[in-house]
């Protein structure tokens, strides 16, 4: 049984060690002439005006936890579509349960004005 692991574990190690390989051939044929300019923070081409530690608007994060569960709710419906042959009139009634469920709350969110941007 272990046998059938050792295809794996090659890969594995191989993939590991060509990394490792590259980063070091990168580090040691690299050129590293630095300087001021190159050290310096870099804010959109101009010096920082501002504490990096300022406060974000609530609305940033509320945008952005939005997309990551509609995009990670959106990722259900590839597996989905491959096995819909398989998974039958069954499969087919949930994954519209499930779209149903998606719309109502996007609605919601719509209708509350989260997805606005001032």
């Known amino acids: 049984m272990l046998e059938q692991y050792l295809p794996i574990l ?5 993939g590991l060690g060509l990394g490792l390989a590259l980063i070091i051939v990168g580090f040691v044929l690299g050129p590293s ?4 300019e190159k050290l310096s923070p870099y804010e959109c081409g ?3 005006f501002e504490d990096s530690r300022m406060r974000f ?5 509320l945008v952005a936890i939005l997309f990551i569960i509609f ?4 990722a259900f419906l590839f597996p989905w579509a491959v ?3 398989d ?13 149903v469920i998606l719309l ?3 609605l919601y969110e719509w209708k509350k004005g989260a997805l606005e941007w001032e």
């Open 10 to 14: 090659l890969f594995i190690l191989i």
């Open 33 to 36: 002439n630095p300087n001021a």
């Open 46 to 48: 101009f010096e920082a």
């Open 57 to 61: 608007d609530v609305r940033y994060y």
């Open 71 to 74: 995009d990670l709710e959106i």
């Open 83 to 85: 096995a819909l042959d």
């Open 87 to 99: 998974v039958g009139l069954f499969g087919f009634a949930s994954m519209g349960v499930f779209l």
């Open 104 to 106: 109502i709350g996007f």
